[in-house]
């Protein structure tokens, strides 16, 4: 007999995680609340729609962002081939057209017959495997569940899951970077330069003079929040901070940051500027451009004021502004095994449930890819009676599902991967470059290993 999983959110958790089932010629249902259910900040009704930034960060492996990488390739990544299908210049970083990432990723899932997509709200889990939905519809029964629904998880089935966990509910806020059309762009200020390269490079450059950005920062903290409060770092996911956030902890902050002008040139003054705002493209024809780091929380009205005092950006259109919204996410440490099963369910429900992405705490776009991935892999193993395979903890995502996994971490708050959290090396290596090396040579031994033994699945 054929077996069904269920998978509830096509995020990109959910999306990889249901084109791995699926590869393996496992039926899955795929619950998708949108269009049905909106949220603050999805703008389409595509599958693993990219809402806060179009970077996936770095790809040199030297860097824990890059290794993440190393390991969506060695184990066959789909959304990770449609990354780098829809790219769009970025210097050493891989970004996405958004629009085309998340489009082919739906028409693979649509197309794909061992997958059937549901558009309806998830709102509980039944005991005997099965998925109620807001509508009146029930899904099931299945053989194994995966909770993938995201930090915007709704409101019903994010109050079942704390209901059913015992746990308190947990979030913090995270933000987006507002948009502009390129063409309403005065490139007689702004310049085309990547950091410490000569020429032309990836992004686009508007400097500050000492004036013009004193006027800005000023402006910043001064201006019309959505939510009006200010913020403690514990309420913030620190890597996505709202630029009048930064700009709150002294007028420098933002210069020592996002708006750091270190190794660009004003081709007019031949200097480096006071501080610069770097643009990234969100299309591989350069028609509209991201904020770099300019995630916000300010009014829209606000954000077209305050941003085109921007030097360039005077007369800027706005593609999409930037908002900011509530994330939640259960205290994986307590409630999540190593395996992503979903600790507190064993005894509720018949059939193993499961999460994976950032409802369960990690966060980060190619992290939620790898989460889906895993979940796969360990399904798989599941419902073949495999003996599983354990991911070494020498692996960047290994090493973060440790620390997400961990009962002993306390106060627990959403992490990416990271170097701070790998296994220490069996010798100490004082200079960070080649520690950094060290750390990542055993990565990449580790997950080719592993890919080894899984890739049969």
């Known amino acids: 007999m054929e077996k069904e999983v269920c998978i509830i959110g096509a995020g990109l958790a959910g999306s990889e995680a249901a084109l791995q089932l699926a590869k393996r010629k496992t039926r899955v249902s795929l619950i998708e609340a949108r269009p049905g259910l909106a949220t603050p900040v999805h703008k389409?009704?595509?599958?693993?729609?990219?809402?806060?930034?179009?970077?996936?960060?770095?790809?040199?492996?030297d860097s824990a962002a890059g290794l993440i990488k190393y390991e969506l390739s060695s184990l066959k990544s789909f959304l990770y081939g449609f990354a780098i299908q829809s790219?769009?210049?970025?210097?050493?970083?891989?970004?996405?057209?958004?629009?085309?990432?998340?489009?082919?990723?739906?028409?693979?899932?649509?197309?794909?017959?061992?997958?059937?997509?549901?558009?309806?709200?998830?709102?509980?889990?039944?005991?005997?495997?099965?998925?109620e939905c807001s509508n009146g519809a029930n899904f099931g029964p299945f053989h194994a569940i995966v909770v993938a629904s995201g930090p915007l998880t709704s409101e019903s089935l994010a109050d079942w899951l704390l209901q059913q966990t015992g746990s308190e509910g947990l979030s913090?806020?995270?933000?987006?970077?507002?948009?502009?059309?390129?063409?309403?762009?005065?490139?007689e200020k702004i310049f085309k330069q990547s950091r410490y390269e000569e020429?032309?490079?990836?992004?686009?450059?508007?400097?500050?003079?000492?004036?013009?950005?004193?006027?800005?920062?000023?402006?910043?903290?001064?201006?019309?929040?959505?939510?009006?409060?200010?913020?403690?770092?514990?309420?913030l996911f620190q890597a996505c901070q709202p630029i009048e956030e930064i700009a709150r902890?002294?007028?420098?902050?933002?210069?020592?940051?996002?708006?750091?002008?270190?190794?660009?040139?004003?081709?007019?003054?031949?200097?480096?500027p006071w501080a610069a705002v770097q643009l990234r493209a969100e299309d591989p024809h350069g028609q509209s451009y991201n904020l770099v780091g300019f995630q916000t929380n300010l009014a829209f009205p606000e954000q077209e004021r305050v941003f085109r005092l921007?030097?360039?950006l005077e007369q800027a259109e706005f593609v999409r502004y930037g908002v900011m919204h509530r994330n939640t996410f259960l205290d994986a440490p307590r409630l999540m095994t190593k395996s992503q099963e979903l600790r507190a369910l064993k005894d509720f429900c018949s059939v193993p449930v499961y999460l994976a992405g950032q409802i369960s705490g990690t966060e980060g776009y190619c992290e939620a890819i790898r989460a889906g991935l895993q979940v796969a892999l360990e399904i798989t193993q599941h419902l073949r009676g495999r003996q599983r395979v354990p991911l070494p903890p020498d692996t960047v995502y290994g090493a973060l599902l440790s620390y997400a996994t961990n009962p002993d971490t306390q106060n627990y708050q959403p992490m990416h991967v990271n170097f701070g959290i790998m296994p220490p090396l069996d010798h100490t290596i004082k200079n960070k470059k080649e520690r950094y090396a060290a750390y990542a040579q055993r990565a990449m031994k580790a997950i080719d290993q592993y890919a080894s033994q899984v890739l049969d699945l």
Request: charged share 25%; glycine share 6%; aromatic share 8%.
């Open 44 to 61: 389409t009704d595509y599958c693993a729609e990219l809402v806060c930034s179009n970077s996936l960060k770095s790809e040199k492996t």
């Open 87 to 131: 790219r769009v210049p970025a210097g050493g970083a891989l970004a996405v057209d958004r629009n085309v990432f998340a489009e082919s990723v739906t028409q693979a899932i649509e197309n794909h017959p061992y997958i059937r997509l549901i558009r309806a709200e998830a709102i509980r889990i039944t005991q005997d495997g099965c998925v």
């Open 172 to 187: 913090f806020y995270d933000a987006a970077a507002p948009i502009v059309y390129e063409h309403s762009l005065n490139h």
């Open 199 to 235: 020429g032309e490079g990836d992004y686009l450059n508007a400097p500050f003079t000492r004036d013009e950005y004193e006027t800005f920062i000023n402006e910043l903290i001064s201006a019309r929040r959505v939510i009006a409060k200010d913020f403690e770092s514990k309420d």
């Open 249 to 272: 902890k002294g007028i420098d902050a933002p210069r020592y940051g996002p708006l750091k002008p270190v190794g660009l040139t004003d081709p007019r003054t031949g200097k480096r």
């Open 310 to 312: 921007i030097p360039g």
